[in-house]
């Protein structure tokens, strides 16, 4: 399935599939994979495969899907968080089975997908994802959405990363240079990469840097969401490389602008 660098370097989100209905031997890798996904907030999200032909489900960014996914979570502290973390390792995991996503939280019939999904009061759904094999050509639609959000490019790491103070960028060594490059990369609503990660005193600090907009009682904050996928690349990159990543909430109190809010810390053992 190759390493975890090649799977996040090549992914692309996907929004033009070739109609062709997943295999039943890749719906159950996915059901099986679904049972076992964590994340370290110890948040539970529920996820439910959805065939969109049954339930009458369409988006009009997409062309050619067959099958959706909707993740459910609890609303309470952290929880849009524990979802970007958990929904991430599943995208990931399709990637490596061929199977091309998307994360979509607003170009939808919500109260399709919220009725489809059996959402329950005190519940949230912050995305949705078709899962698909991709088409081999993009529809003309996303390729234009994708030129018009720069999805092909990335905020440069030392607007990103930094070294016991905001602003101060991070010069890291080699083996850490590759993970922040993965964290780099990691998708976010409209190509906003909202995350921003301080180095300090060995342990590595992650922030939400805030846009108007993100935020609503449907789909919690979004970019909390992006923060948690963010978060997610860190740590499978720590883990691949065999070592133990802690992910603890402790603030360690560092002065942030004022449209910036801390969001958890990782020690790596």
């Known amino acids: 399935m190759g390493n975890l660098y090649d799977t996040i370097m090549g992914r692309k989100s996907v929004r033009t599939f070739d109609?062709?209905?997943?295999?039943q031997k890749h719906i159950k890798d996915l059901e099986e994979y679904i049972k076992d996904i964590r994340?370290?907030?110890?948040?539970?999200?529920?996820?439910?495969?959805?065939?969109?032909?049954?339930?009458?489900?369409?988006?009009?960014?997409?062309?050619?899907?067959n099958l959706y996914v909707?993740?459910?979570?609890?609303?309470?502290?952290?929880?849009?968080?524990?979802?970007g973390y958990s929904f991430e390792k599943l995208v990931l995991y399709a990637w490596r089975l061929g199977i091309g996503t998307v994360l979509i939280g607003g170009t939808m019939k919500r109260d399709a997908f919220?009725?489809?999904?059996s959402l329950k009061d005190g519940e949230m759904m912050p995305c949705i994802s078709p899962l698909g094999y991709p088409a081999?050509?993009?529809?003309i639609k996303e390729t234009m959405m994708r030129k018009g959000i720069n999805a092909?490019?990335?905020?440069?790491?030392d607007k990103l990363f930094f070294?016991?103070?905001w602003g101060k960028p991070l010069t890291p060594d080699d083996d850490m240079a590759q993970v922040l490059e993965m964290v780099r990369w990691a998708p976010s609503a409209?190509?906003?990469?909202?995350?921003?990660?301080?180095?300090?005193?060995?342990?590595?600090h992650f922030y939400e840097k805030k846009d108007k907009g993100f935020i609503n009682e449907a789909t919690g904050d979004i970019q909390k969401v992006d923060v948690g996928i963010a978060l997610c690349h860190f740590v499978m990159s720590i883990e691949e490389k065999g070592k133990k990543a802690v992910v603890k909430v402790s603030d360690p109190k560092i002065d942030i602008p004022i449209d910036a809010e801390y969001i958890a810390s990782v020690e790596i053992l």
Do not use: M
């Open 39 to 65: 994340n370290p907030f110890d948040i539970p999200v529920e996820f439910v495969l959805l065939d969109a032909k049954k339930h009458g489900l369409t988006s009009p960014v997409l062309t050619g899907e």
């Open 163 to 165: 070294k016991e103070s």
């Open 152 to 157: 092909d490019s990335r905020i440069l790491g």
């Open 114 to 117: 919220e009725t489809a999904a």
């Open 190 to 204: 409209v190509n906003k990469q909202p995350w921003r990660i301080i180095s300090a005193d060995g342990v590595y």
């Open 136 to 139: 081999k050509k993009r529809s």
């Open 70 to 83: 909707a993740g459910k979570v609890a609303k309470k502290p952290y929880a849009d968080v524990a979802f």
């Open 19 to 23: 109609s062709t209905p997943l295999s």
